[in-house]
């Protein structure tokens, strides 16, 4: 392979942690706007079963109203998470890597399809989600990286 053993999985997750790292460092924000748009629904249960009522279309209105304000956050996070699946996708067509930071890349990759397994403590993931964590985990401590590629401890 020219370049090394896997050069190009090397040269696809530089471009991968630093739109990982950028969605990471916005994901509160996100988060914060699930949470807020959550409290609206809620805090406008009496109008959203009035809407049923009228049907649909009066059910999707109040929808699109109750998330309006949300919408910017909600782009800004998609576009991030987009720029950082194009790379994840590259890697995973891919021949399997070589040596461990290609594996550690490929585990990278998947934490970032995966986000929502660190919203949570491990405790509280189903089986199949905390199989999943684990072994990204364990294959970024053996790497001695983080989810976006820095020194261990680092961040």
């Given at each position: 392979?020219?370049?090394?053993?896997?050069?190009?999985?090397?040269?696809?997750?530089?471009?991968l942690d630093a739109a990982y790292a950028d969605y990471?460092?916005?994901?509160?924000?996100?988060?914060?706007?699930?949470?807020?748009?959550?409290?609206?629904?809620?805090?406008?249960?009496?109008?959203?079963?009035?809407?049923?009522?009228?049907?649909?279309?009066?059910?999707?209105?109040?929808?699109?109203?109750?998330?309006?304000?949300?919408?910017?956050?909600?782009?800004?996070?998609?576009?991030?998470?987009?720029?950082?699946?194009?790379?994840?996708?590259?890697?995973?067509?891919?021949?399997?890597?070589?040596?461990?930071?290609?594996?550690?890349?490929?585990?990278?990759?998947?934490?970032?399809?995966?986000?929502?397994?660190?919203?949570?403590?491990?405790?509280?993931?189903?089986?199949?989600?905390?199989m999943l964590r684990l072994t990204i985990e364990a294959?970024?401590?053996?790497?001695?990286?983080?989810?976006?590629?820095?020194?261990?401890g680092a961040s």
């Amino acid at each position: 392979m020219k370049g090394g053993l896997d050069a190009e999985h090397l040269a696809l997750g530089h471009e991968l942690d630093a739109a990982y790292a950028d969605y990471l460092a916005f994901r509160p924000e996100e988060l914060a706007a699930e949470d807020a748009l959550q409290a609206a629904y809620e805090a406008n249960a009496a109008a959203l079963r009035d809407a049923e009522r009228r049907g649909d279309a009066a059910v999707m209105e109040l929808y699109r109203e109750l998330g309006a304000p949300f919408d910017p956050v909600f782009e800004a996070a998609l576009a991030m998470r987009e720029r950082a699946d194009r790379p994840a996708e590259a890697l995973f067509r891919l021949a399997p890597p070589a040596t461990l930071v290609g594996l550690a890349i490929l585990a990278r990759a998947l934490a970032g399809f995966h986000v929502d397994l660190w919203d949570d403590p491990l405790e509280e993931l189903g089986i199949d989600e905390r199989m999943l964590r684990l072994t990204i985990e364990a294959t970024l401590a053996l790497a001695g990286v983080d989810r976006v590629g820095r020194p261990a401890g680092a961040s």
